[in-house]
């Protein structure tokens, strides 16, 4: 398929949401998040001082949702791409192209905290394609909205991702 069957194909799954259970966070998770992201605001470790700032216990960082894309132990090395994703790509028909991150815009709306089931759901909002110094690619914005099981919203993401073919050898 080419770029301009891609986009089109693409094109035909804006605004269709894709919804699917995260699963509970743990405190362990977000404090191995917060630790592996330079975070050492006791909020995030110590449900006391969480509670002295006014927060029901020890909360996740602000990008905590954003970055971890699943709770599972992911994809071997084998099953990644060339770009190194597994399947971030919410069932969007873009195997073979090379994938890139183009700017996020996070709105938080409420902490995330121990024992929290999230639900994420990811939409496309708009696909395309343009052409470059270096030949065509699409440029894709998704939506995610992260929320807790009883539909309270936790985190809305809007990115951009970059699709374009693999550079010929």
Same mark, same amino acid.
């Given at each position: 398929?080419?770029?301009?069957?891609?986009?089109?194909?693409?094109?035909?799954?804006?605004?269709?949401?894709?919804?699917?259970?995260?699963?509970?966070?743990?405190?362990?998770?977000?404090?191995?998040?917060?630790? !592996?992201?330079?975070?050492?605001?006791?909020?995030?470790? =110590?449900?006391?001082?969480?509670?002295? &700032? +006014? #927060? /029901?216990? %020890?909360?996740?960082?602000?990008?905590?949702?954003?970055?971890?894309?699943?709770?599972? !132990?992911?994809?071997?090395?084998?099953?990644?791409?060339? =770009?190194?994703?597994?399947?971030?790509? &919410? +069932? #969007? /028909?873009? %195997?073979?192209?090379?994938?890139?991150?183009?700017?996020?815009?996070?709105?938080?709306?409420?902490?995330?905290?121990?024992?929290?089931?999230?639900?994420?759901?990811?939409?496309?909002?708009?696909?395309? #394609?343009?052409?470059?110094?270096?030949?065509?690619?699409?440029?894709?914005?998704?939506?995610?909205?992260?929320?807790?099981?009883?539909?309270?919203?936790?985190?809305?993401?809007?990115?951009n991702l970059i699709a374009r073919p693999e550079a010929s050898?």
């Amino acid at each position: 398929m080419n770029l301009d069957e891609v986009c089109e194909q693409v094109r035909k799954q804006v605004g269709t949401v894709v919804r699917d259970s995260l699963g509970r966070v743990s405190a362990t998770e977000f404090q191995r998040f917060a630790i !592996a992201a330079g975070e050492t605001d006791p909020v995030y470790f =110590d449900d006391e001082a969480a509670r002295a &700032a +006014g #927060l /029901p216990g %020890a909360i996740a960082p602000p990008l905590f949702l954003s970055s971890v894309l699943g709770w599972g !132990a992911g994809p071997p090395d084998g099953e990644l791409g060339a =770009d190194g994703t597994g399947d971030e790509t &919410a +069932g #969007l /028909p873009l %195997a073979g192209l090379r994938l890139m991150g183009a700017g996020q815009d996070l709105d938080f709306h409420n902490p995330v905290h121990d024992g929290v089931r999230v639900v994420r759901e990811t939409s496309v909002e708009d696909v395309t #394609l343009k052409d470059g110094r270096s030949g065509p690619f699409l440029v894709i914005t998704r939506l995610r909205r992260f929320l807790d099981e009883s539909g309270t919203p936790l985190l809305t993401c809007r990115d951009n991702l970059i699709a374009r073919p693999e550079a010929s050898a």
